[in-house]
């Protein structure tokens, strides 16, 4: 789920199991929700049921493939939200970069993720080709899940400033989530203006001096007998 850059919109995927469980919190706010999904089929029951509330839209949305050429603008969200499904791609490392495309400066990425493997998960889920898709070997030698310490070298490496993992306590197999923030906009280099206040013990002349010496502009201000 990702709320824009004017705080209104929100990109979210999957079946509808976790949107069901984050529309009740976003009720009464100024929010905008986008439910994708690759499959127009997964759009319409979405539609049907969550139809009483106006604040969803609804768009097909392919990670694999180029963001703009599905009408996706670069930098549009605030928060994504993605619930065990990043992992069920061919290629990693381009489908992160997309993700971190789509954020805005210092938006933030939710990812929920499998982190062990288990036989039972092969023998249910093995069963779909989509299991087995991943082809990035020097990532995921043998197996579609990725522990939450290669999802943190993934996303640094693909562009994302900080990333922490929260794991709760664990059931049938462990599962992280893994939070991820876009680099803030860099601003365009220009001298900045202080005004320091000093007392006289030199601490105000010497971070007046480090000031100036970064070329920014100091007015300092010492006490005296009278204002001038």
């Known amino acids: 789920l990702a709320f824009s850059r004017d705080g209104k919109r929100l990109l979210g995927a999957g079946t509808g199991g976790t949107t069901a469980a984050v529309l009740p919190h976003l009720r009464g706010r100024d929010a905008e929700y986008t439910f994708t999904d690759v499959s127009a089929l997964f759009l319409t029951r979405a539609g049907e049921r969550f139809a009483a509330d ?55 990425a939710v990812l929920l993720e499998g982190i062990e493997h288990r036989r039972w998960l092969d023998l ?25 310490a290669a999802w943190e070298a993934l996303l640094k490496e693909s562009g994302f400033a900080e990333t922490a993992v929260v794991q709760p306590g664990q059931g049938l197999f462990a599962q992280a989530v893994i939070l991820a923030a876009a680099p803030l906009e860099k601003q365009a280099s220009h001298p900045q203006r202080w005004l320091v206040c000093s007392d ?29």
């Open 124 to 148: 249910i889920f093995g069963l779909l080709d989509g299991w087995w898709k991943f082809r990035d070997h020097d990532l995921r030698p043998s197996h579609p899940l990725m522990g939450a």
């Open 200 to 228: 006289g013990t030199g601490v105000g002349e010497r971070l007046a001096g480090l000031l100036r010496g970064r070329g920014d502009e100091v007015t300092t201000v010492v006490s005296g007998e009278r204002f001038a």
């Open 54 to 108: 106006d604040s969803l839209r609804y768009r097909l949305l392919d990670v694999e493939k180029d963001l703009r050429s599905q009408g996706f603008e670069h930098h549009g969200y605030d928060v994504i939200l993605a619930a065990n499904v990043l992992h069920a791609t061919g290629e990693l490392r381009p489908v992160v970069r997309r993700v971190r495309e789509l954020l805005a400066p210092g938006g933030m």
